[in-house]
């Protein structure tokens, strides 16, 4: 055991209480670990100190300090409420907004070693990660967040004065139920500016000119391929296929009135915001856990924290990294905590104490002794997917004693399909990568066609995967949303292999519009 | 770093929501509230609490996949003993990663707890108090503050900064106060002359012209205390409403426990009720047998007492506490009185006389019940049930309902005061 240095420092705090002295000094000892040892770069923090009421509130709208006024917070705020009068259910120690500066809520009972390990892991460890992530970076824009709630907020009250609660309430509904179908993806092709597309179609005209042959036009057509290009056509004039169905239905439904695209846009912005914390949940809390579990040890080792706080540190951390097995009562899935942890743990050892079978697997790390390096680098450069593409060793497969388990409807059993060996590494990596990736969770869904000359009925196609089709009762519910705010009939066709395997239609009811 | 104490700020940011949620799930809510009381009893009624509601009328749809069929894969932790082709019958519920969805159907009914203002609207909704409105200007110990103007001192709490720049912005206009980048422009303007060699003269003159300016603007300060207004209010006294409510019992031997729990459970409604309404309601209690006494809530409702029945012995008590007490320009006077029905037949003219000459000018409303035993009472009607009717009529604050059972009162209660076009009163 190495010696405790004591450099005259002062314990930080002793015993459970704290006052706001104390908390600045414990979070003036966090930086220097995690700016100066760690190496972190994070946004500058505001911390705020709130009840627990003020917690349920925060739970009820997503999180967010503000949020514009929808009853589906309000059924979120009653059921947490409940849950948690009755002992149920406690309440996070933290949130943490990706906003600059970043907002991090810490409750008023939390003791000061919980504190300590609360801003160590929002304050720093998720902080870090919000800022250095390249899918926050590219689609979130933390300066702004807060200023946009607050105009979307004000925006849906002022919609509500003008045209009803109840209508615009109907709106967000509607818009809610599409949510996850209201993200793009991948970023856009680039809108070419004017002056390059008038060059373009200078050349077009030019190439046109140069191969004019007017033998060409008569050559019999035939009327198929006539159709097609105009069904093409049509497409491309419309931006179909198109996946992100809020967006679409911004630009291209019939009906809606300006303040109903715009609630559309506010709907879709926010899933926008949040899509990034979806696809980097695991990465997210594994960083935050890895930073704590980094900086609480530090602060102990240099005298700055007591025994008892260490060992109140510890209890708090062991409960959060818990993975129960898969037979366990307990279980209820892969902690994200523990995984990411556990993996963050693992590359740090592959940097410093290397095996051979490390050095064949991962030949760019293996020995390289800047653990912190690379794994700054993987927080930045990675998503949950990819992550563990990347870097889920076989000794933590072989630690965690994974297993894939492989199911079809027509046989009721389950078959093991690989487990911790030589020959499963490669497919327990793969298959739980594709467990985290969040477009393989939500259905495949885009809008594929408008029949423009007919009864203007939107086509929607759902490119069924592994055989596992929509729930029949929600999509159709689903569907009466979108069939109202489209305007006109919608029909939804699950394909696979562009075979169809079921269709579900929907009426407009109450279509949206200028009422 | 900042840290900010949040505590203090109001917490309840979620009510919006929660009221839009119970508007919405009304009818369900309204469904569920009965429910509640009827399995608790009126005496609790007001508390508030927990309801039930079935989880699948406030769904969120979204698409999402169907929880069978098609071929699934996962990967868990902690294989013990499987190798590849091992097969397990029982699959474990949800792989990782996917989870449980959160608002899933099938879901256990959602519960949750109600506040006593949220149970009791539901409770009461459609309800209302005819003939509520008698207000009167009480002594001065009940007042608002209502805004009154501008002055020009008080507290800097109640400093207007609108008025006050607005009164800033004439004082400066009238004084001719060089503005700002007036004072700006022409520094500009001088040092574009010296650098561009203008005649020394010149120079001089703006220069001196700046000084001057600049002074003025000095001595004519940005905002002045002549500036300053303050808003002003002023103290309004405030009419309120108030109630009294009296409680007519008949104790004699023919009403037994039962019966007088029938009867307090009405009476309990109608004062959780008029609460609703009225900032201070008083209640009287009057018992009677022959003789009318008033006397406090426990005795009324426990102590027994033999002896023949006199009705309008009441009803005399009544109009005298009336007169002491409650003069009924001040008051809103509502009267409930409960009854089996027996009366001495020679009392019966009495009782109609003083009910329709004295006590109804007096009422805003006038509630009979009768409380009859099992169902032959229903269609027997007793002799001041027979004398009341002949009191009924249109434009009559006044109504009469038999109750037989604990699960009427409600039902009763709800006809008596149900919103209903052509009413009297309000």
Redesign the interface.
């Known amino acids: 055991m190495t010696p405790r240095i004591r450099a005259g420092r002062p314990y930080l705090y002793e015993g459970h209480e704290w006052d706001f002295d104390t908390l600045s000094g414990i979070y003036e000892a966090i930086e220097e670990v995690a700016h100066v040892e760690l190496g972190l770069r994070t946004f500058a923090n505001r911390i705020e100190v709130i009840s627990a009421e003020q917690m349920l509130d925060a739970y009820a709208s997503t999180g967010m300090p503000l949020m514009y006024n929808h009853w589906s917070f309000g059924k979120h705020f009653l059921r947490n409420e409940t849950l948690y009068r009755k002992g149920w259910q406690s309440l996070a120690f933290e949130i943490v907004i990706n906003s600059d500066p970043c907002l991090v809520y810490v409750m008023e009972e939390n003791s000061a070693t919980m504190q300590a390990i609360v801003l160590a892991h929002a304050a720093f460890g998720h902080n870090h990660f919000f800022r250095n992530n390249y899918l926050f970076r590219q689609w979130t824009d933390p300066t702004a967040i807060l200023d946009y709630l607050a105009f979307a907020k004000k925006y849906v009250a002022t919609c509500e004065e003008r045209h009803g609660q109840e209508a615009v309430e109907r709106l967000l509904d509607a818009a809610h139920a599409l949510t996850s179908h209201g993200i793009h993806r991948y970023k856009g092709k680039q809108k070419a500016d004017l002056s390059l597309e008038e060059r373009r179609e200078q050349e077009r005209q030019d190439y046109r000119a140069a191969v004019f042959n007017d033998l060409w036009r008569t050559v019999p057509k035939r009327r198929e391929s006539r159709e097609r290009s105009s069904r093409a056509r049509r497409r491309a004039l419309l931006g179909l296929p198109e996946e992100n169905i809020l967006y679409f239905l911004e630009n291209a439904a019939p009906r809606l009135v300006p303040w109903q695209r715009e609630i559309l846009r506010i709907v879709r912005t926010l899933a926008q915001y949040f899509y990034p914390q979806r696809q980097t949940k695991l990465m997210n809390e594994g960083c935050a856990t890895f930073v704590h579990h980094r900086i609480l040890p530090r602060l102990h080792e240099r005298g700055q924290i007591t025994d008892g706080a260490f060992m109140e540190y510890l209890h708090a951390h062991t409960n959060a990294v818990t993975q129960p097995n898969f037979d366990d009562p307990r279980f209820t899935g892969l902690n994200p905590y523990a995984l990411g942890l556990a993996m963050m743990l693992d590359i740090e050892r592959i940097c410093t104490e290397p095996e051979e079978e490390d050095r064949a697997v991962f030949p760019d790390i293996a020995g390289c002794g800047d653990a912190y390096g690379v794994l700054r680098d993987a927080w930045a450069n990675y998503r949950d997917e990819s992550f563990i593409a990347q870097f889920l060793s076989p000794r933590l497969i072989r630690q965690l004693r994974l297993f894939q388990v492989v199911g079809d409807s027509a046989e009721g059993d389950l078959v093991v399909s690989a487990i911790h060996d030589e020959r499963g590494y490669v497919q327990v990596r793969r298959a739980l990568a594709r467990q985290y990736d969040v477009s393989r969770q939500d259905p495949d869904i885009q809008i594929v066609d408008v029949d423009l000359v007919g009864d203007r009925e939107l086509l929607l196609r759902h490119e069924v995967t592994n055989g596992i089709a929509l729930d029949a009762g929600n999509a159709g519910r689903v569907l009466a949303h979108l069939a109202n705010l489209w305007g006109y009939p919608v029909r939804l066709e699950e394909t696979s292999h562009e075979r169809v395997l079921e269709t579900h239609e929907a009426q407009p009811t109450h279509p949206f519009g200028d009422q | 770093?900042?840290?900010?104490?949040?505590?203090r700020?109001t917490?309840?940011?979620?009510l919006?929501?929660?009221?839009?949620?119970?508007?919405?799930a009304r009818d369900l809510l309204r469904r569920a509230v009965k429910e509640a009381s009827a399995a608790r009893g009126i005496r609790e009624a007001d508390e508030g609490g927990?309801v039930t509601i079935p989880a699948d009328a406030?769904?969120?749809?979204?698409?999402?996949?169907?929880?069978?069929?098609?071929?699934?894969?996962?990967?868990?932790?902690?294989?013990?003993d499987?190798?590849?082709?091992?097969?397990?019958?029982s699959?474990?519920r949800?792989?990782?990663?996917?989870?449980?969805s959160p608002d899933g159907?099938g879901e256990d009914p959602?519960?949750?707890?109600l506040s006593r203002e949220e149970f009791l609207d539901l409770y009461f909704e459609d309800l209302e108090l005819p003939n509520m409105a008698k207000r009167h200007l009480l002594g001065e110990h009940r007042e608002t503050r209502r805004p009154a103007g501008y002055q020009t001192s008080g507290p800097p709490g109640a400093l207007s900064v609108g008025r006050t720049l607005r009164k800033s912005l004439s004082r400066r206009v009238a004084l001719r106060r060089p503005k700002r980048e007036e004072l700006l422009r022409l520094r500009q303007q001088l040092e574009e002359m010296i650098a561009g060699d203008a005649g020394e003269e010149r120079i001089e003159k703006l220069r001196t012209r700046i000084e001057a300016e600049e002074a003025r603007a000095k001595r004519i300060s940005f905002i002045d205390p002549v500036d300053l207004r303050f808003r002003r209010t002023e103290a309004v006294p405030e009419p309120i409403a108030r109630a009294v409510m009296f409680c007519l019992m008949d104790v004699s031997a023919s009403m037994d426990e039962e019966m007088k729990d029938l009867a307090k459970r009405f009476f309990s409604l109608l004062y959780i009720f008029l609460k609703r309404r009225y900032r201070q309601v008083d209640v009287v209690f009057i018992r009677h047998t022959q003789e009318a006494k008033e006397v406090d809530e426990d005795t009324f409702f426990h102590s027994r007492e033999s002896g023949g029945t006199v009705v309008s012995s009441a009803l005399r008590e009544m109009a005298r506490i009336v007169e002491d007490r409650y003069p009924p320009h001040e008051w809103n006077i509502y009267a409930a009185q409960a009854s089996d029905g027996e009366n001495f037949s020679s009392d019966n003219a009495a009782t109609v006389d003083l009910l329709r000459g004295t006590i109804l000018p007096l009422t805003q409303y006038y509630a009979y019940i009768e409380i009859g035993r099992g169902p032959e009472a229903r269609s027997q009607m007793s002799t001041l049930w027979n004398a009341y009717d002949g009191i009924l009529a249109p434009g009559m604050p006044m109504a009469m309902r038999r109750v037989s059972d604990r699960r009427d009162i409600y039902p009763v209660f709800r006809q008596f005061f149900e919103r209903a076009p052509g009413r009297t009163g309000s």
């Open positions: 770093m900042r840290i900010i104490d949040r505590r700020d917490v309840g940011k979620s919006p929501n929660r009221q839009r949620f119970v508007r919405r927990a406030v769904r969120e749809p979204t698409f999402r996949a169907s929880p069978s069929g098609g071929h699934r894969e996962h990967v868990l932790p902690g294989n013990r499987f190798v590849v082709g091992d097969r397990i019958a699959p474990p949800g792989g990782g990663g996917s989870g449980g159907e959602f519960s949750f707890v």
